[in-house]
């Protein structure tokens, strides 16, 4: 019997409090019973994905290969040194050492103590959420640490400290994550993130264009064209924030960033996300906790889906009753997953993997969408198919999809 294998993101949903532009499943925690709520939540993340090993790995088969693990939120260096530890320390317990373990943190909040304790327990990559450098910018998103009556000097402070003491440990195995299209922002101030994030040589940089999100409150400030705070900004009309974007990219690519993702750059494949390769390629991967969900896949091309619900509380209180939190299943047919698989694949410099395309589908990618892959030949002219692909991607797949439905 094949070993069973899969990726494993962790999920750590707490924040300090809810930055302005966020839509994602996160719950603010302050001082008061921080470290307890958070070693509580912990114990039951270890026990939860002990279960799901259980459920998912026969008891015939002596092993699982699990090649990456991604431990994401929320804030995750709101576990503190001792807390990452512990994660850490019990996940190795449970599937061994992985290739790659990448660990999210912001800048506020991820100090030395924590960096060092993140190196000496096996992390390989740290994915630091730097959005700007720019004051005036990260207010007007409403990023933690820059709301209303927050002391910006001393969270400026400690970034620069932190990052520093990031560089010094991870070297190249740093990864930084800008934004562009940030209300207020213009070309001078994205060039000037994209310098001192260079200036700290990662080996991988993420540039994510804003978007707002409706149901926050800076989809709100923006709906309502009106400051609702003494720092919001207008925000940018789509083709300006486009504009910007395409500026960010050609200039991470001129300072010899590979653009291999459509929001991702690597000095070289050695620095490229393993995690996040799994994911565009749709490979088996289980996520655990509130929010969190998981894709396993079955060699005839079907497969299910995974998730929990966005409830902390349930969460641990099942661990305390050792019962299972429970989790929501979509069952995955094979039209359905041939999409995902173009669509997520797509995003990714070299596209879907052939052999596990063909082994799944029955057929090459060439044999599903011929016509599509020749007008983009066509259209692609002297540049890279899958290059032009990246850039264009929602048009790529809506002829994609079109002709998967007159030949199904």
Sequence with gaps: ????????????????????????????????????????????LLWETEQRLKEMVPESTASVYVPSVYIGGGTPSLLGDTGIARLLKGIKTLIGLPEEITVE??????????????????????????????????????????QAGCNTELHDKAILKNLYEAKTIFGKSLSLDLMSGIPGQN????????????SCEPGHISLYALTIEEGTPLALRSKNNKACTNYSKKSLSEEQSDRLWLLGRDTLKKAGYEHYEISNFALSPAYRSIHNIRYWRMENWLGIGPAASGTIINGDGTGRRFS????????????????????????????????ETLLMG??????????????????????????????????AANESIQETIMNYLNPFLLDAFLELEKTS
């Design 1 to 44: 019997m094949a070993t069973p294998e899969f990726s494993l993101y962790l999920h750590i949903p707490f924040c300090t409090e809810k930055c302005d532009y966020c839509d994602f499943y996160s719950v603010p925690v302050n001082n008061a019973g921080r470290d307890r709520l958070l070693a509580g939540y912990t114990e039951a």
């Design 346 to 379: 797509y995003r990714y410099r070299e596209g879907p993997d052939p052999v596990l395309f063909a082994r799944r589908f029955g057929k090459t990618i060439e044999e599903t969408i011929p016509t599509t892959l020749l007008k983009w030949q066509k259209i």
């Design 105 to 146: 943190a912001n800048p506020e909040t991820a100090d030395p103590l924590f960096l060092r304790s993140c190196a000496e327990n096996g992390v390989t990559r740290l994915s630091l959420g730097i959005q700007s450098f720019n004051e005036n910018l990260l207010k007007a998103a409403g990023r933690q640490g820059y």
């Design 187 to 198: 070309e001078e101030m994205l060039l000037n993130d994209i310098e001192k994030a260079l």
């Design 308 to 339: 929990y619900s966005n409830d902390v509380e349930h969460f641990c209180s099942a661990f305390q009753s050792r019962t299972r939190p429970g989790f929501l299943t979509e069952d995955l047919d094979i039209n359905t997953l041939l999409k």
